[in-house]
């Protein structure tokens, strides 16, 4: 899909189309996240940082599962 730049005050912005706004689900005053990568760059609503702590999240729960349940009780 080709997009164009358009100016928007002393910056330079780019216009998704409504089917890409709501296939990513995202609107007028949303976070999305640019990321490169090896192919060049992703645009995604999800914050790739906050994943990949997610990820570390779950392998410690994982592994202390029993020492967690204790602290809940």
């Not at 640019?34 to 645009?43: A, H, K, R």
Request: aromatic share 6%.
């Amino acid at each position: 899909m080709k997009l164009k730049l358009t100016r928007v005050g002393n910056s330079v912005g780019m216009i998704l189309p409504r089917e890409v706004r709501d296939k990513m689900r995202v609107s007028s005053g949303d976070t999305v996240y640019l990321t490169e990568t090896p192919e060049g760059y992703s645009v995604t609503p999800y914050d790739p940082e906050f994943s990949r702590q997610m990820d570390t999240a779950r392998k410690i729960m994982k592994k202390r599962r029993a020492a967690l349940r204790e602290l809940a009780k």
